[in-house]
């Protein structure tokens, strides 16, 4: 059996003894493993990561199964090249592998697609270095300089440090570590070569929980013992304490040495959060999220897959590390629509979390105080369990929600904030409390336009306008970031200083604050002004320590902080969200609305909230005026019954995009010309994308409906196959879409 295609370097497969054959997964957009040969006395088995040839490149991959090859598409033995190396991680959990399966077909990825985001970090794989450290040893140096009193300085305490951090530590150069290294003052000491991780410690007392709290935590502790799926909806008013039962199943999950995945929206914002973790528990749990750098991500990546990460919090990638053994997930603020994904595999975290935990077997918690309408009816329905926080702690009470009507209001030019909501300022900052004005919007201004010919700058790659961010002295695009200095004259018409600034951002709404508030030490938060999580950190410390007592953010502040002396929350323009055809605007305007209304009064003294409004008598305004959520999530509710939509129907998005219009039209239509005709299955377009143009490439939108119940994900899947696609042109699936644009 001559293999005459493997290159001298690879070791050739026994030819005497039969051949195993293995299927390898490839983390690349591939349908189907490839099928590799095993030589005898190599002990592959399914689950192991290991390198394989393909093409010229050796490419890391995952043993997906064992067996005979599969008649249709098959190499044929003699033609098969050897598995390269196993390598030296433990083997990807069989509920991982199952997990990456199911994954891609409820989205319709390529399980290769959906396998690569479980093997994100391709460092982790490759065998740990040990790591090269030193310390003091000997005596100092006989001849003492600056630079090398630092160096002792910065070991002073017994320390090991790599040569790089030492460093940077001291100031110098790595060659005066190496230079003490040649006197004998420091020496050479190999640092483990994996992250020790702090193990939590479930004996230490947490807080004293109220009665409410106490029942909810026994039943969460009764969902860890029973050790099967279960999904329960942790329901509790802003400032119930929702984490300090939760942080009670964790602590029984922990107890039977299994581990935990907390999923959040937005991990840079997790400061307050950590610091309760560690007082509970006594150590830091693992955060994963995109600003991890390589080392760290590496590090993390191996600690998980070796069981000794015991509790990760992360954003909604951390639900595809490689746990050994995950016991209980929890998904805090679970309404959050940051846990959809919408570039690459498109699938909602809070979803695909319920589906682990089902192919698991282990309880999962959702938590939020707004949740969203699918888990309502889900809890309706009994498909979950719901345990309910109605009050907040100690004495504090929900804050009381007020409208400000715009339309009675005389605003002048460049002024946003009403009379109304001034004098409630100005009492709140007089009484020593914090003011927090929310404006969902970052930038100084969403449109600039020219006076003399009505001209609006817009982004050549985008429909989208271009947004003035003065502080940068730029406009800029926030979908492709095309940007470009604040022009004087105007593009189209040439005229000199026509330009004007449309509407608030933040920025904008400073300007206004600063004339108002001159004195008032403020600070302004959005994601493009607070850079990294160790600034957000800081951020929130300040507002937390009331260092600061005017804040002006984005929905960054809105989220699950804690700041006992907030009192006032002003909403510039609490419409923002309802424009628009999303079929959740309503539902996710309350919920942003409600949340951030939640930041005021959460301790002693008693908060308030101001909505500026055009509309105070649309069914939102009126249902945060009047507290009552229940009556308006079950008009929701009704409303998407009567149309079939989710979650009483499903919904998949077909995105065609592409640079040249044409073809895109062209794969468009013959896109409708085949959808399915089935009875019960509607299908919508084809139509221009609201968002026609997006980082270049012309957009067009297919939405396909059909009844709960329905594997839409096939449906769409076997629609799409049914299409010739030209290369250039990309269908993306959208599986229970979110963004409709
Ligand atoms: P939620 O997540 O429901 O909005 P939190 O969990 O943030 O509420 O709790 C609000 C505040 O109350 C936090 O500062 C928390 O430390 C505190 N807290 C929670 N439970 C208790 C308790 N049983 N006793 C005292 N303080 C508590
Ligand atoms: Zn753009």
């Keep these: 059996m001559a293999a005459s295609h493997t290159s001298e370097a690879e070791p050739e497969l026994d030819d005497i003894a039969p051949i195993r054959r293995v299927h390898v997964l490839l983390p690349l957009p ?291 590390l490689p746990y050994s053994d995950l016991g209980l997930i929890v998904v805090d603020e679970e309404h959050d629509s940051a846990f959809k994904q919408e570039d690459g595999v498109i699938y909602h975290a809070r979803d695909m979390a319920v589906l682990r935990a089902s192919l698991g077997e282990i309880p999962i918690v959702l938590v939020s105080a707004t949740p969203s309408l699918e888990s309502l009816v889900n809890v309706e329905v009994g498909r979950y369990g719901a345990l309910h926080l109605p009050n907040r702690i100690g004495t504090a009470e929900l804050p009381k929600i007020e409208a400000v009507d715009m339309r009675a209001e005389a605003l002048s030019e460049s002024r946003w904030i009403s009379e109304n909501l001034i004098t409630a300022m100005k009492e709140t900052l007089a009484r020593g409390e914090q003011v927090l004005l929310f404006l969902n919007r970052r930038g100084y201004a969403p449109l600039t336009l020219c006076r003399a010919c009505g001209h609006r700058l817009q982004c050549p790659n985008c429909t989208a306008w271009l947004v003035e961010h003065r502080f940068h002295g730029r406009l800029q695009c926030h979908h492709c970031g095309y940007n470009l200095y604040r022009p004087d004259t105007c593009p189209e018409c040439e005229a000199e200083d026509s330009l004007v600034a449309v509407g608030p951002g933040v920025e904008r709404l400073g300007e206004d604050v600063d004339k108002i508030f001159p004195d008032v030490p403020r600070m302004l938060i959005a994601s493009d002004t607070v850079r990294g999580p160790e600034a957000a950190a800081e951020a929130i410390r300040m507002i937390a320590a009331g260092e600061v007592a005017l804040i002006i953010g984005t929905q960054i502040v809105a989220k699950g902080h804690h700041f006992p002396l907030l009192t006032l929350v002003g909403v510039i323009d609490a419409d923002l969200g309802l424009q628009g055809g999303d079929l959740r605007a309503a539902e996710r305007t309350y919920q942003v609305l409600h949340q951030v209304a939640g930041r005021s009064g959460r301790a002693q003294r008693p908060g308030r909230a101001m909505l500026q409004t055009y509309m105070p008598e649309h069914p939102v305004m009126e249902a945060l005026i009047s507290g009552d959520r229940d009556s308006f999530m079950a008009r929701e509710r009704e409303a998407r019954r009567a149309q079939g939509l989710p979650p009483f129907g499903r919904l998949v998005a077909l995105i065609i995009s592409g640079r040249e219009e044409a073809q895109v039209i062209e794969v468009a239509r013959d896109l409708g010309r085949m959808a399915p005709r089935q009875r019960d299955v509607e299908v919508l377009g084809p139509a221009p994308a609201p968002m026609s143009l997006l980082r270049g490439r012309f957009r067009h939108r297919l939405l396909l409906k059909c009844p709960r119940g329905t594997n839409a994900s096939v449906l769409a899947r076997a629609w799409v196959d049914q299409v010739d696609i030209p290369n250039q042109v990309r269908v993306a699936i959208d599986v229970d879409p979110y963004s409709f644009l």
């Design 30 to 320: 591939l349908g189907t493993p490839y099928d590799y040969g095993v030589s005898p006395g190599n002990a592959v088995t399914v689950g192991d990561f290991v390198t394989v040839p393909l093409g010229k490149r050796a490419v890391n991959g995952v043993v997906w199964g064992e067996g005979p090859a599969d008649p249709n598409n098959a190499v044929a033995d003699s033609r098969l090249r050897p598995i390269a190396e196993r390598l030296d991680v433990p083997p990807m959990a069989d509920v991982t592998r199952r997990f990456v399966t199911w994954l891609a077909d409820y989205t319709c990825a390529s399980p290769g697609a959906a396998l690569r985001m479980t093997m994100s970090v391709r460092a982790a794989l490759e065998a740990p270095r040990p790591r090269l450290a030193y310390a003091l040893a000997g005596p100092p140096p006989k001849r003492m300089t600056g630079a090398r009193a630092r160096v002792l300085e910065v070991l002073a305490e017994g320390l090991s440090l790599p040569a790089a951090t030492i460093a940077e530590l001291a100031a110098v150069s790595s060659g005066v570590v190496r230079g003490l290294v040649r006197q004998g003052t420091l020496r050479e000491v190999q640092l483990p070569a994996e992250m020790a991780v702090p193990e939590p410690d479930i004996h230490r007392q947490g807080a004293t929980l109220n009665e409410d709290q106490d029942q909810a935590a026994a039943e969460l502790r009764r969902k860890v013992e029973a050790g099967v799926y279960s999904a329960t909806l942790l329901d509790g008013v802003t400032g119930a304490g929702k984490t300090e039962v939760y942080l009670e199943a964790i602590a029984a999950t922990l107890g039977q040495g299994r581990q935990v995945l907390v999923l959040v929206p937005e991990i840079g914002l997790t400061a307050q959060w950590l610091e309760r973790f560690e007082n509970r528990f006594g150590a830091l749990p693992l955060a994963w999220h995109s600003d991890l750098g390589t080392a760290r991500r590496r590090l993390t990546w191996r600690a998980v897959a070796q069981g000794r990460a015991r509790v990760v919090v992360g954003a909604r990638s951390a639900l595809f």
